[in-house]
Nanobody, 121 residues
Framework: QVQFVESGGGLVQPGGSLRLSCVAS????????MGWYRQAPGKQRVWIAT???????NYPDSVKGRCTISRDNAKKTVYLQMNNLNSEDTAVYYC???????????????WGQGTQVTVSS
């Protein structure tokens, strides 16, 4: 069973930036499509970024142009660079392996604990 540990969250002012990390343990990470999700208070978890095993990326309109997903297969790590943050980005952020990089974007493994991002002045 592959497990994921997210980190890099914190308190940031509006307009600021953060880089989140997600380290995988177990499995053959380099073959996985990976995704980032977030869950705001009182809301469902939603998808915000995908990266294929070959490095192709995709984002919903809500974060396109502000977020960049990347990966380092040697470190079994996927990253999420977030810029120009606003209060609507406040959420717990999670990563997961995807069944496929094409919709529907179905997470494969159990969710980790996530990392909290709070955008506030």
């Amino acid at each position: 069973q592959v497990q994921f540990v997210e980190s890099g969250g914190g308190l940031v002012q509006p307009g600021g930036s953060l880089r989140l990390s997600c380290v995988a343990s177990g499995g053959i990470f380099s073959t996985y499509a990976m995704g980032w999700y977030r869950q705001a208070p009182g809301k469902q978890r939603v998808w915000i970024a995908t990266i294929t095993n070959s490095g192709s990326t995709n984002y919903p309109d809500s974060v396109k142009g502000r977020c960049t997903i990347s990966r380092d297969n040697a470190k079994k790590t996927v990253y999420l660079q977030m810029n120009n943050l606003n209060s609507e980005d406040t959420a717990v952020y999670y990563c997961n392996r995807l069944q496929s990089a094409r919709p529907p974007l179905i997470p494969v493994n159990s969710w980790g604990q996530g990392t909290q991002v709070t955008v506030s002045s």
